[in-house]
């Protein structure tokens, strides 16, 4: 086998050859995980990323440019390798490496302070974490210690992590059920029914744990009557409110974080993601100055470590507040994901068919099929369009679309479409299936994932034998 770290650099450029691509396939598979690969390519995304920027990046083996629609569920907010924050960046390893994670910086002290004046209500204290799962992990000890109490509330088809306390507070058993037994206490309600969560919460539950905006579950928007709700709740029995806004934090959603359109403060939240602006992970979970939450912390202050809250990584986050603020692209976000609705909802009247429902808020919006299946087909036919998106992984009939903040009102007009040209293009392939659809154990197979990975790689071995063969057949003719 071709050794790789002898010769890494032909692999690191703008431009790579079929072969090339074949080779690095080969070497994931070989030493990191094939199962990923075959799950990619079903949904023609197996790309590798090359001149990445703003909200796109260039697939090396065609050119092929292509728009974001993912952006790491979130993480790319301010844009694909933002200049302005990357310069941030190179400037701190000026002065700073990592620096130790429980050491007084004043980068920390200044990021804390940033954080607590953009931060809603009386959430003016601060701990650091590396990452979404992590802050998440903080946030449920938080809730448990400062109560003393154990019972964790969450919802049905959550997603929190993948880690501890996080997996389990995920409200989908896909997640958790190789894993079992896994931390007790935690129960489940429907997402959106208060009646539900009412009948369930009492002076036992330490917490109730949501996000105002459902991301995996297929992009379910919290009314505002529900989050007041569970505020009051919380207040009746003296429980916490956690916030997950890992996804739907940093001007996501249209406003700087999810909660400002319900008015309704957490007593605790967790953010990540874009937080570090796509370059460097950090996350912090920002908590109300009351008093037992504070007196736990303060008895405790090793409850929870993190290599979160890095030097670095402060440097970094406080680029990127300041250049959401500068930009005021939560405002920008609004507009964007107006006109995308707006336009989704014209082509689900054109396409009934095969579009259920259009939801979301802001920038994070959800497409659902009729049927699980589509998701997976409509993620290869959105690629040979140019635009990455991806499939829920609680709800595979929905599709995600959280474009980069930053794109312009030109770059949606090419998003819009190359929707339109994506939902054409499986039209021929849709009646088919659907037919199939109308025999309940063909139903089965078709949403299975296993069966869906199998079926669209044998399409995908096709289109390469197709393209070997297309030389040799123009020269025949």
Known sequence: MKNITANHHEYFKDRLSATEKKQIDQWFGEYINEGQIKYLRAGHLDVLETKRQGIHFTEPVNGQRIMDGFSAAGSFNVGRLNPEITAVLRNALDQWDMGDMQSISPVKVKLARKLTELAPGNLNRILFASGGGDALEAAIKLARGATGRSEIISTVKAYHGHTGFALSANGKEHYRKYFEPLIPEFRFVPFNDLHAMNS??????????????????????????????????????????????????????????????????????????????????????????????????????????????????????????????????????????????????????????????????????????????????????????????????????????????????????????????????????????????????????????????????????????????????????
Not at 224 to 241: A, I, S, T, W
Not at 263 to 276: E, R
Not at 425 to 435: D, G, N, R, S
């Open 200 to 477: 369930i919460v009492s002076e036992k539950t330490a917490a109730i744990l949501v996000e105002p905006v459902q991301g995996e579950a297929g992009i379910f928007v919290g009314t505002p009557d529900y989050l007041k709700g569970l505020r009051q709740l919380c207040d009746k029995f003296g429980c916490l409110l956690i916030f997950d806004e890992v996804q739907t934090g940093f001007g996501r959603t249209g406003k700087m974080f999810a909660c400002e359109h319900s008015g309704v403060v957490p007593d605790i939240m967790a953010l990540a993601k874009s937080m570090g602006g796509g370059v460097y992970a950090n996350a912090a979970v920002l908590y109300q100055d009351s008093a037992a939450l504070v007196t736990f912390v303060e008895a405790h202050p090793e409850f929870h470590t993190s290599w979160g809250g890095t030097d670095l990584g402060c440097e970094v986050s406080l680029a990127v507040l300041e250049y959401l603020q500068k930009n005021r692209l939560w405002e920008h976000a609004e507009r964007m994901g107006n006109k995308l609705q707006t336009a989704l909802s014209e082509i689900q009247q054109e396409n009934p068919e095969i579009i259920k429902e259009i939801r979301g808020i802001g920038l994070m919006i959800g497409v659902e099929y009729l049927h699980e299946f589509m998701g997976p087909m409509m993620s290869d036919a959105l690629a040979r369009n140019g635009v990455f998106a991806v499939y829920s992984g609680n709800a595979p009939q929905v599709m995600r679309f959280m474009f980069p903040l930053v794109i312009s009102e030109d770059e949606m007009e090419q998003v819009i479409d190359a929707i339109r040209h994506a939902v054409h293009a499986m039209k021929w392939l849709f009646p088919v299936a659907l037919h199939v659809a109308k025999v309940p154990f063909l139903l089965e197979w078709l949403n299975d994932e296993k069966f869906q990975t199998t079926v669209f790689n044998g399409l995908r071995k096709l289109e390469d034998l197709q393209r070997k063969l297309n030389p040799f057949l123009r020269r025949k003719k």
